[in-house]
C-alpha cells in the first residue's frame, strides 16, 4: 500500500518552505512576551495560514465528511464563542483570522494550530477519545495556542534561521513529502530537531494553552475532567504513536508538571461523576476508525470486532462495534453484511435522540451503497425535512442526484433552496457548493451551476480552478440569451471572476 505523507509532516514542510521567502513582517531583536506575537502581523500569519491550506485541501488524507465535520463542529462553536466571551479572542482576531478544521485520514493522535487560525485534527484523535469533552479538551488547548499568539511567537523565532539551515531543511522536508525512507538520510540531528519545532511550543506556552484552554472548556459547558481524561489516553499513545511522524507529544510535550498542574485546577472545581463512554461518541470514534483505514485487512479486521456479540459489552462499546462493523463492510462493498450488521446495531437500545439519529443516518448510507435511493429519502425527508440538518441534507441531495429523474422529483426543489440557505450561511461550505451545482445543472439552470462550481473552487483556495469556471459561466452568459434574474447572477460572476485573478495573482507573486 502507498504511503501517505501525514498531514503534520506537510504542515512542517511548507512552514519550513515559507520561512526560505523573504519575511513579510519586521522582525525585532528579541522575542516579544509570551503569546504576544508582536513580531509578524495578523495580515502576515494568515496569508502563511492560508498558503499551508491550500496544500492541506490537495492532500490525499483532506477528508470531507458531513457525520464527523457535524460532530467537530457541535464541540468547536462553544469553544470560540466561550473564548470571545472570555476576552481571549479578540473581536478583530476573530474577524482577520479563518477559525476553520481541517479533518485529516491519519491514525496518529494527533492535533495541530496552523497560523491564520485554521486547525488540523487526525482521524486517530476522534478513534480514541471516550467523552466529547476529551476532544473539546484538545480543541480548546489548540484554540489557546493560536488566541494568545504562540505561533505567531514561534514563527518569529525560527524566522531568525540562516539561510543555509533553511535550505537543508527545505531539501530534507521536500525528500520527507515524497519518501520517508530515503528522507532518513537528509533528515539527521538538529536538522530534523529543527523541522520538528515547527510545530513545538516552549514549556511555558504549553502551561499557559493548558491555563486559557481549561477556562475556555469550562466556560463553553464542558466537563473539565476532558483534560485529564486526554492526559491520559496521550501518554499511552505515546508509547505505540511515536513513529517520527510528529505525533501530537513530539509538538506538544506532556510533562509531569503540566499533569500535576491540571489536576490541581480540577480539584478546585465542583467534582462532577465521571460519565461513562457515550454511546454517540462510541459510533463516532468508530466511524473515524474506519475512514482512517483503507487496507482490505484492517476493514475485514472491524468487521470482525468481537464486541459485537459480547455479552459483557456495555450498550455504547456494542453501538460502537456494530457501527464500525457496518461501515466496514460498506467500504468493503459488501452491502449483504452491511445490512445484517446494521440490523443488529437498530436492535441497540440508543441512549439519546442523538445516537437514534447516527444509526438512521447510517441506514440510509447503506440504502445509497444499495442504490435504493428512494428509500434514502424515506428515511431522511421527515415532517422536519424543510431544515434538514447538514449531514442529512447531504445524504438527501445525493439520493436525489441519482435518482432516474432527478429534477421531478419532489424533493428537488426543497433541497436546491436548502442547499442554498446552507452556502449562504457557510459560504466557505465547498461540499455544499458542489452538490448545489450538480442540482442545478440537472434542473437546467448552467449559469448558476456554474457560478456554483467555482464558489467550490473558491472554498479550497483553488484559484486557477475557481477562474476557470468562473470564466465558463462568464462566456455562457456572453453567448446565451439570459432568463429574468440572470443579469444579476452574470454580474456577480464578473466579480468573482476579478478576485479569483487578484488572488490567483497574488499567489503567483509569492512563488
Not at 32 to 47: D, T, V
Not at 299 to 314: E, P
Not at 377 to 393: A, F, G, I, V
Not at 409 to 424: I, M, N
Request: net charge neutral.
Amino acid at each position: 500500500m502507498k504511503h501517505k505523507v501525514p498531514y503534520a509532516r506537510l504542515v512542517a514542510t511548507l512552514l519550513v518552505a515559507s520561512l526560505s521567502l523573504p519575511p513579510v513582517w519586521a522582525q525585532p531583536n528579541v522575542l516579544p512576551g509570551l503569546g504576544n506575537g508582536e513580531g509578524i502581523s495578523l495580515s502576515a500569519e494568515r496569508k502563511l495560514g492560508d498558503r499551508i491550506a491550500r496544500e492541506l485541501y490537495r492532500d490525499p488524507d483532506y477528508l470531507e465528511d458531513p457525520v464527523l465535520d457535524d460532530y467537530i463542529q457541535r464541540l468547536w462553536a462553544p469553544l470560540v464563542k466561550a473564548a470571545a466571551a472570555r476576552g481571549e479572542l479578540s473581536p478583530e482576531l476573530q474577524e482577520r483570522f479563518a477559525w476553520r478544521i481541517l479533518l485529516g485520514r491519519d491514525r496518529s493522535v494527533n492535533a495541530f494550530a496552523l497560523p491564520g487560525g485554521y486547525l488540523g485534527v487526525h482521524l486517530g484523535l476522534i478513534a480514541v477519545v471516550s467523552s466529547n469533552d476529551e476532544l473539546a479538551s484538545v480543541l480548546a488547548h489548540e484554540l489557546s495556542h493560536v488566541t494568545q499568539r504562540h505561533i505567531a511567537r514561534s514563527m518569529d523565532d525560527q524566522a531568525k534561521m540562516t539561510p543555509l539551515l533553511i535550505g537543508s531543511l527545505i531539501l530534507g522536508a521536500l525528500a520527507a513529502s515524497k519518501s520517508p525512507q530515503s528522507a532518513q538520510a537528509l533528515i539527521v540531528g538538529g536538522q530534523a530537531a529543527a523541522i520538528q519545532s515547527q510545530l513545538s511550543y516552549s514549556r511555558d506556552m504549553e502551561r499557559e494553552a493548558d491555563r486559557v484552554g481549561f477556562g475556555v472548556l469550562t466556560d463553553a459547558g464542558f466537563d473539565p475532567q476532558g483534560f485529564v481524561g486526554m492526559f491520559a489516553k496521550l501518554q499511552q499513545a505515546a508509547g505505540v504513536n511515536d513513529s517520527g511522524n510528529f505525533p501530537y507529544l513530539r509538538s506538544h510535550p506532556l510533562t509531569t508538571e503540566r499533569i500535576a498542574d491540571m489536576q490541581a485546577r480540577l480539584q478546585l472545581e465542583s467534582p462532577t461523576p465521571r460519565a461513562p463512554t457515550d454511546m454517540v461518541q462510541a459510533m463516532l470514534a468508530g466511524r473515524a476508525r474506519v475512514l482512517s483505514q483503507n487496507g482490505v485487512e484492517a476493514l475485514r479486521a472491524w468487521t470482525q470486532n468481537n464486541l459485537t456479540t459480547s455479552a459483557q459489552a456495555t450498550p455504547a462499546q456494542k453501538a460502537g462495534a456494530l457501527y464500525a462493523a457496518t461501515l466496514a463492510h460498506l467500504q468493503l462493498r459488501d452491502t449483504v453484511a452491511a445490512e445484517r450488521t446494521w440490523q443488529a446495531l437498530s436492535q441497540v437500545p440508543a441512549a439519546t435522540p442523538e445516537a437514534q439519529r447516527l444509526v438512521t443516518l447510517l441506514r440510509a448510507e447503506v440504502a445509497a451503497k444499495q442504490e435504493r435511493f428512494d428509500v434514502v429519502l424515506q428515511l431522511l425527508m421527515t415532517q422536519d425535512s424543510d431544515k434538514l440538518k447538514r449531514p442529512e441534507l447531504m445524504a438527501a441531495a445525493q439520493a436525489v442526484l441519482r435518482l432516474p429523474h432527478p429534477p421531478a422529483h419532489p424533493a428537488s426543489s426543497q433541497l436546491t433552496q436548502q442547499l442554498r440557505d446552507q452556502v449562504a450561511l457557510a459560504p466557505l461550505d465547498a461540499q455544499a457548493w458542489n452538490t448545489l451545482a450538480s442540482l442545478l445543472a440537472l434542473q437546467g439552470q448552467p449559469l448558476l451551476s456554474l457560478r456554483a462550481e467555482g464558489e467550490a473552487q473558491m472554498a479550497r483556495m483553488d484559484w486557477t480552478g475557481a477562474v476557470d469556471r468562473f470564466r465558463a459561466a462568464q462566456d455562457w452568459a456572453k453567448n446565451k440569451r439570459l432568463q429574468p434574474g440572470d443579469q444579476i447572477e452574470a454580474s456577480i460572476v464578473d466579480t468573482r471572476l476579478r478576485q479569483a485573478q487578484a488572488l490567483l495573482r497574488e499567489m503567483q507573486l509569492e512563488r
